[in-house]
């Protein structure tokens, strides 16, 4: 009898090998650890991250992993925990388009916890990392844009991903890490109502879907078990969580198709469905000398899936509410030509942006729409005081694959991260990035701080 998909799937992340990844995949995996450590140090000091972290040393104990922010030791599922929750913060975590699903969050955390724990080598924690990048991502993809409508996905694919990276590391058979999936399935949560209240749900949705995966991973080795189609089953994710799911994404082109190199870097500290857009706005002030008080209406033309996300929020109240403003994005790019986390921290309610943001309007547009989400276009029509009307478009945002960052573009954003929030110091995400960057010949990962 054929493998079911979630059996497929499950298979997959339990038998692949560091020397079935081309070394480009490689390289691009440590490039996103990298970034991903950036993101979890500049979660240090925000109060919804501090939260989590006070809770998880209430309830936790001291054990061999990292806490980035603090630089303690918890166990495996509190480090997770607390990291999954401080790197989707900053809004500057990477994402992967077709799935609508930032991998990082919640398989680095996992992953980093588990190694450390086991005293795993470098190619082995790179090894898990891919297996939950290319599990992840395809669990997205195979949800669809119905389930993104009213789930966000990296809570809920994340919950498997971080399943898969967690059991490549425990070495768990193909038959334990369906078990696994099963496990984290049944668990995974996290839905977008968050963003009509500037509520902190956004931080707990990573925490718990790196913890609760890690937790599935570790049960499985003991013997408990899943459900065993719990992706594409009667009563499975998909029959409770969308109308559009293709159980032919699950299986794409296994260890053939590396997702994990598909991954965008998030050049601004905002949501990813304001970049297109932001970016083509930038193309047009370049391109014809314009400043902010210049520009009298901005219409974004954009998919469904952002109207859906930023839609709700009309006058953000927060930091990271505004993060999510279209308006507010635009507002940042016009008047610094960047929307980094010193401008929303210092700006985000300034008077200028405020008014900014009354002039930007969203546009379903069906070229974007039907691109959206393999290939996320910004297309903006910008009218200016003196009546012209100029248009820019953006194909590839800046940080996609093919507009992607360099290395050294890289390691200053993960700098600009760790200082803003104080949590390192420049000489320290030095050493932290040549350590990562050779993490395939370390025989132990090790403490990263």
């Known amino acids: 009898m054929s493998e079911h998909p979630s059996q497929q799937l499950a298979a997959f992340a339990a038998n692949l090998q560091f020397q079935d990844i081309p070394e480009n995949v490689v390289r691009r995996a440590e490039d996103l650890f990298l970034d991903w450590i950036g993101s979890a140090l500049a979660g240090k000091g925000a109060r919804p991250v501090e939260t989590i972290a006070a809770f998880a040393q209430q309830m936790g104990a001291l054990g061999p992993c990292e806490v980035l922010i603090s630089r303690t030791r918890s166990t495996p599922l509190f480090a997770a925990l607390v990291n999954g929750a401080s790197s989707h913060f900053a809004e500057q975590d990477d994402v992967h388009n077709g799935s609508v699903f930032h991998p990082a969050a919640v398989v680095f955390p996992a992953a980093l916890a588990v190694a450390q ?19 992840g991502i395809r669990v997205g993809e195979f949800l669809g844009r119905s389930h993104y409508k009213i789930f966000h996905t990296t809570g809920t694919a994340g919950t498997i991903a971080a399943a898969a990276a967690a059991g490549s590391l425990l070495k768990l058979t193909p038959e334990q890490m ?29 925490a718990k879907a790196a913890s609760d995966g890690l ?12 459900a065993r189609r719990i992706l594409e089953g009667a009563q499975g994710m998909a029959a409770g969580m969308s109308r559009d799911a293709d159980p032919s994404k699950l299986t794409d082109r296994l260890g053939q198709r590396w997702a994990l190199a598909e991954t965008s870097f998030k050049f601004h500290a905002s949501c990813r469905h304001t970049h297109p857009a932001a970016d083509a706005l930038l193309q047009v002030m370049g391109e014809h000398g314009l400043t902010a008080e210049r520009i009298a209406r901005v219409e974004a033309y954009v998919h469904q899936g952002a109207i859906d996300v930023l839609g709700p929020v009309v006058n953000p109240q927060t930091v990271h509410q505004a993060k999510f403003s279209m308006g507010t994005v635009l507002g940042l790019i016009a008047e610094f030509r960047i929307a980094g986390l010193t401008e929303f921290e210092n700006y985000y ?69 760790a200082a803003f929030s104080g949590a390192a110091a420049e000489d320290e995400m030095n050493a932290v990035a040549d350590k990562v960057w050779s993490m395939a010949r370390l025989p132990q990962v090790g403490s990263l701080l």
């Open 178 to 206: 369906l078990h696994a999936f099963g496990s984290a399935g049944t668990q995974a949560a996290g839905l977008w109502e968050f963003l009509r209240d500037a509520a902190d749900s956004k931080q707990l949705h990573t």
């Open 349 to 417: 309610n300034d008077p200028r942006i405020a008014d900014f943001r009354s002039k930007v309007h969203m546009v379903l547009d069906e070229e974007v729409d039907a691109a959206y989400p393999e290939r996320w276009i910004g297309k903006v029509a910008v009218t200016t005081t003196d009546g012209r009307i100029l248009g820019g478009r953006v194909d590839e945002p800046k940080g996609d694959p093919g507009n992607t960052l360099s290395r050294r573009e890289l390691h200053d954003k993960a700098v600009r991260l």
């Open 117 to 135: 724990s086991l005293g795993s080598s470098g190619k082995e924690l790179l090894c898990a990392v891919t297996a939950g990048y290319e599990v």
């Open 215 to 226: 937790m599935a991973a570790y049960l499985a080795q003991g013997g408990f078990t899943g």
